[in-house]
Nanobody
Framework: QVQLVESGGGLVQAGGSLRLSCVAS????????MGWYRQAPGKQRESVAT???????NYADSVKGRFTISRDNARNTLDLQMNSLKSEDTAVYYC??????????WGQGTQVTVSS
């Protein structure tokens, strides 16, 4: 089992920045991959940014050049730096952990609201 706790969401004006953090209850060395996903009202959950054990990173086209995913193995944290935020970035953001047995774990989500 892995517990994931996100923080850092909030209300920001378009063009502003936010930094999301996710703390895992166990070593993230045990993750096959971790990532950030988001779900806007009336839409399906989508991948925003993912990072694998081998540090392979993928971003959604809509956030490339604006968002940066990073992890701190010593603190068992996964961060998402979000710059140049747009109204279409408004969503609940979820932290995801895929363990070596391919079990999926999700955080409770943190709301990001971008006002135009």
């Amino acid at each position: 089992q892995v517990q994931l706790v996100e923080s850092g969401g909030g209300l920001v004006q378009a063009g502003g920045s936010l930094r999301l953090s996710c703390v895992a209850s166990r070593s993230i060395f045990s993750a096959r991959a971790m990532g950030w996903y988001r779900q806007a009202p009336g839409k399906q959950r989508e991948s925003v940014a993912t990072i694998t054990t081998g540090d392979s990173i993928n971003y959604a086209d809509s956030v490339k050049g604006r968002f940066t995913i990073s992890r701190d193995n010593a603190r068992n944290t996964l961060d998402l730096q979000m710059n140049s935020l747009k109204s279409e970035d408004t969503a609940v953001y979820y932290c995801h952990f895929l363990d070596l047995g391919r079990h999926n774990y999700w955080g409770q989500g943190t709301q990001v609201t971008v006002s135009s």
